[in-house]
Structure formats: C-alpha cells, structure tokens
C-alpha cells in the first residue's frame, strides 16, 4: 500500500492549488506545461508539497506557488494584475497531478522521470468526463510502459558512478551475477535482502530507496 503524506482531509485543498498554479502558470504566463512542471520540481517546492508541508499544501493558493516556483529558479515574467483562473485542461491537469500524486505515494520527480508529464495528461482531456478511477488506470499504464522501457536506477547510478558490474560487485560483495539480474529486471531489487540493498547502496554513495524501483498501485 502507498504511503501517503498528508490525510485525504486536505487532499481537496491540494488538489485546488495545484489546478490553480498549472492554470496560472500554462495558460495565464504562457510557459511549457512540461518545462514548468520540471521548475516545480526543480524549485523544491514539489518536495515541499510530497512532504505535507502546510504552507504549501494549503497555507498558499495556486497562483502564490507559481509565482514562488518561478521565483526561486530566478524566472521573472511580468505577473498579471488581476488574474483570471479559468477551469479548463489547464486545471484539471493539477487536478488530477495531485490526486494521482496523493494516491500512488510517488514523488512528483518520479512522475516525471516515467513519462506521466503534462503534455501527456493534457493529450487525455477527455477523460475530464470520466471518474478519477479512470485516470489512475491510465496514469499507471503511462509508468509502466516507461519503466519498462528504461533502464533500472540500479543501472543508471552505477553509470553515473563511471563504474562497471564487476567493480560494483567487487565494492558491494553483490555478486556479479546477481547485480545483472536486478538490472535486467529478471529479479526485483525490491525483494532483496536489505544487507544487499544496504551494500549496494553504499557502494554507490547514495540512499537505499534511490536503487530502488517505483511500485504502483491500482
């Protein structure tokens, strides 16, 4: 089961604000739905929003994040006086970003990093109509296509590192053999044994959850 940050009471108040912001952001200051998405993980401010920080998740409204979101990646676009929100695609994207954030317990930055972007949330307004049920399904079928797809995070930090199966084996005391498993996805990393994960990750100089793979739920 997902583990969520903040109770469903203030899911409503999160929903909101982010319908708010991506509306104001998109369609009010014109950005890209995809390159603003990543200034809000950028910013910090999505990792503020995951960990139920309550300035952000209902201590602000939308256009306030936006506007802090740019801020702190040292845009500066000229803000409206007066704006006018409008309840289009452009907020339902928020919408349901937050709901299916809220939900599946992943980061924002995970969402982004397996396909689930507003170009491809907004390719599927039509689903506006449809219950949120409906766009978890399709949301989930978006990551997984992806995952697959791509390599492990096994895989891509240990290329980050610049260090080859065989030295990380050596360095872990995972066996080579193992190490290619997980990478191929033949065995779940996730069911390792947490001495592998541990040494693996120490290995590697970054956090056990890190090599881990993203788990969903339906």
């Not at 603003?36 to 998740?57: D, G, M």
């Not at 907020?91 to 709901?99: D, E, I, S």
């Not at 409906?134 to 895989?155: D, E, G, H, M």
């Given at each position: 089961m997902?583990?969520?940050?903040?109770?469903?009471?203030?899911?409503?108040?999160?929903?909101?604000?982010l319908?708010?912001?991506f509306?104001?952001?998109?369609?009010?200051?014109k950005?890209?739905?995809?390159q603003?998405?990543?200034?809000f993980i950028q910013?910090?401010?999505?990792q503020?929003f995951?960990?139920?920080?309550?300035?952000?998740?209902?201590?602000?409204?939308g256009?306030?994040?936006?506007q802090?979101?740019?801020?702190?990646?040292?845009?500066?676009?000229?803000?409206?006086d007066d704006?006018?929100?409008?309840?289009?695609?452009e907020?339902?994207?928020?919408?349901?970003?937050?709901?299916?954030q809220?939900?599946?317990?992943?980061k924002?930055?995970?969402?982004?990093e397996?396909?689930?972007?507003?170009?491809?949330?907004?390719s599927r307004y039509?689903?506006?109509?449809?219950d949120?049920s409906?766009?978890v399904?399709v949301?989930?079928?978006?990551i997984?296509s992806?995952?697959?797809?791509?390599?492990?995070?096994?895989?891509k930090?240990r290329?980050?590192?610049?260090?080859?199966q065989k030295?990380?084996?050596e360095?872990?005391?995972?066996?080579?053999?193992?190490?290619?498993?997980?990478?191929?996805?033949?065995?779940d990393?996730?069911?390792?044994?947490?001495?592998?994960i541990?040494?693996?990750?120490r290995?590697?100089c970054?956090?056990?959850?890190?090599?881990?793979?993203?788990?969903?739920?339906?």
């Amino acid at each position: 089961m997902a583990t969520r940050a903040y109770q469903q009471f203030y899911l409503n108040d999160a929903q909101q604000n982010l319908a708010v912001m991506f509306d104001y952001a998109i369609r009010l200051l014109k950005y890209d739905g995809d390159q603003f998405f990543l200034y809000f993980i950028q910013s910090e401010v999505a990792q503020k929003f995951e960990h139920a920080n309550p300035k952000y998740i209902a201590g602000m409204c939308g256009i306030e994040l936006a506007q802090n979101v740019l801020t702190k990646i040292g845009a500066a676009p000229k803000f409206p006086d007066d704006p006018k929100i409008k309840l289009g695609k452009e907020f339902w994207l928020g919408w349901v970003l937050a709901y299916y954030q809220w939900y599946s317990g992943l980061k924002f930055s995970d969402l982004q990093e397996y396909g689930l972007v507003p170009s491809e949330i907004l390719s599927r307004y039509i689903l506006h109509e449809a219950d949120i049920s409906k766009f978890v399904s399709v949301a989930n079928k978006i990551i997984l296509s992806n995952k697959a797809a791509s390599p492990t995070r096994l895989q891509k930090i240990r290329k980050a590192r610049g260090l080859t199966q065989k030295e990380l084996s050596e360095l872990s005391g995972v066996s080579l053999r193992m190490i290619q498993l997980y990478e191929q996805r033949q065995n779940d990393i996730n069911q390792a044994s947490g001495q592998a994960i541990n040494n693996l990750a120490r290995a590697l100089c970054c956090n056990f959850y890190e090599i881990m793979e993203i788990e969903l739920i339906p």
